[in-house]
């Protein structure tokens, strides 16, 4: 299993940024897909997670309305756009699978929210 994550960048309060996961080495359109963040002297924490069809996806309340995750099974990509970012937002995010019991992570994109 390898998960890639790309489209971290720094960005000002209130840009959007979209963030990409490249997949393989497992079925992809068969599992759910979840995006991840982890900030300085901080947790990781969920921040998305989309169904294996990209029927249903669900967010905490830190980013509903804000963040949107997605999927292309035929690339086997997921993606995370985010928008209205703010200062807080930033953090290093990961794309995750939970593939046969067990997580898999990429090495993550950095996301700087700064003015």
């Known amino acids: 299993v390898q998960l890639v994550e790309s489209g971290g960048g720094l960005v000002q309060p209130g840009s959007s940024l979209r963030l990409y996961c490249a997949a393989s080495?497992?079925?992809?359109?068969?599992?759910?897909m979840s995006w991840y963040r982890q900030a300085p002297g901080k947790e990781r924490e969920l921040v998305a997670t989309?169904?294996?069809?990209?029927?249903?996806?669900n967010y905490p309340d830190s980013v509903k309305g804000r963040f949107t995750i997605s999927r292309d099974n035929a690339r086997r990509r997921a993606y995370l756009q985010m928008s209205s970012l703010k200062t807080e937002d930033t953090a290093v995010y990961y794309c995750?699978?939970?593939?046969?019991?067990?997580?898999?992570w990429g090495q993550g994109t950095q996301v700087t929210v700064s003015s």
């Open positions: 080495g497992f079925s992809f359109s068969v599992y759910a």
């Open positions: 989309i169904s294996s069809d990209g029927g249903s996806t």
């Open positions: 995750n699978v939970r593939f046969r019991s067990q997580d898999y």
